[in-house]
């Protein structure tokens, strides 16, 4: 058990759908991110949320939807994704941004699949 | 750019052997480094971090190594075990940095 758990474990979708990624985190942290890890490639970062203000987008297509209603919960809505957008997406949480330096906790991702 | 690189991208070894796991970074305003470890179906597991002002670190089994002159980062598994096959990564950030930049991953194979 990590503290972090993604639902649902995989996802199979069309090009047409719209689908929502969901991550809760159980470690009284106050950062929460979400990463995109595809073969071969280092994991990158997609959105950065501290004390639930966004303060990263990485450069991330707007067919991809953070929210984050607490510091507890985030959400990654999806819409008209591309079959390159097939991945597994790990949500991570850590302590506040600005405070000392502390690992990110990760949960063991969606495995997306876009048809 | 920022980037965090590794040397080999596997690694493989026998059951009780020592295993070394390197890693080259870029940005020389890092502070702060983690080695992770991933087995397969998971998400990245925090296995030991190090900050800059420090030029070794020890856990249960695992030392990391930081050599700030030459910006290597090294992960040291003592008496590797099967359960130690998995893929690393190491990870690091700067103060100014929003978020954790990872390396690439070096896949561990432990044979028995």
């Known amino acids: 058990e990590t503290g972090v758990t993604q639902t649902p474990r995989h996802l199979v979708m069309g090009m047409t759908n719209k689908k929502s990624l969901k991550c809760e985190q159980h470690?009284?942290?106050?950062?929460m991110y979400w990463y995109k890890q595809s073969a071969k490639k280092p994991l990158e970062l997609m959105f950065v949320?501290?004390?639930?203000?966004?303060?990263e987008n990485n450069s991330v297509p707007s067919r991809f939807s953070p929210e984050c209603p607490n510091s507890s919960h985030l959400f990654l809505h999806l819409h008209t994704l591309q079959p390159e957008d097939s991945a597994l997406y790990l949500c991570?949480?850590?302590?506040?941004?600005?405070?000392?330096?502390?690992?990110?906790?990760f949960g063991n991702g969606t495995r997306l699949t876009v048809t | 750019g920022e980037s965090v690189g590794l040397h080999l991208p596997t690694l493989s070894v026998q059951e009780g052997d020592n295993s070394i796991i390197n890693c080259a970074y870029s940005?020389?305003?890092?502070?702060?480094f983690i080695w992770y470890k991933q087995e397969s179906g998971k998400g990245p597991q925090f296995i030991i971090d190090?900050?800059?002002?420090?030029d070794k670190r020890q856990g249960q089994r695992v030392t990391v190594l930081l050599n700030k002159t030459v910006k290597h980062l090294s992960l040291q598994i003592a008496a590797t075990q099967p359960g130690d096959s998995a893929v690393y990564f190491c990870?690091?950030?700067?103060?100014?940095?929003?978020?954790?930049?990872f390396g690439k991953g070096t896949t561990l194979s432990v044979s028995s």
């Open positions: 190090i900050r800059s002002n420090m």
């Open positions: 949320y501290n004390f639930k203000e966004q303060t």
């Open positions: 470690l009284g942290h106050n950062a």
């Open positions: 990870a690091e950030k700067s103060q100014a940095g929003t978020a954790l930049i």
């Open positions: 991570a949480s850590s302590q506040g941004q600005g405070s000392i330096q502390s690992p990110l906790h």
């Open positions: 940005n020389s305003a890092s502070d702060y």
